[in-house]
């Protein structure tokens, strides 16, 4: 696997743990935990952008 696969793949890999993580976030019961999960999936969401930036830069 050449490094823009690993990088899809990585990408993909990292979008199943952001929707894992809104699905977690959307049965809490607890509002700091699903503040925090939200929270999470936002930032790895940000990750993924960028890498998604960067897959389409490289070669």
Do not use: Y
């Amino acid at each position: 696997m050449d490094q823009k696969q690993q990088l899809q793949q990585c990408i993909k890999d990292c979008q199943n743990v952001v929707s894992e993580l809104q699905s977690m976030a959307k049965k809490s019961n607890d509002e700091k935990l699903k503040s925090t999960l939200d929270e999470s999936a936002h930032h790895l969401d940000m990750c993924v952008r960028e890498c998604e930036f960067a897959s389409k830069q490289a070669p």
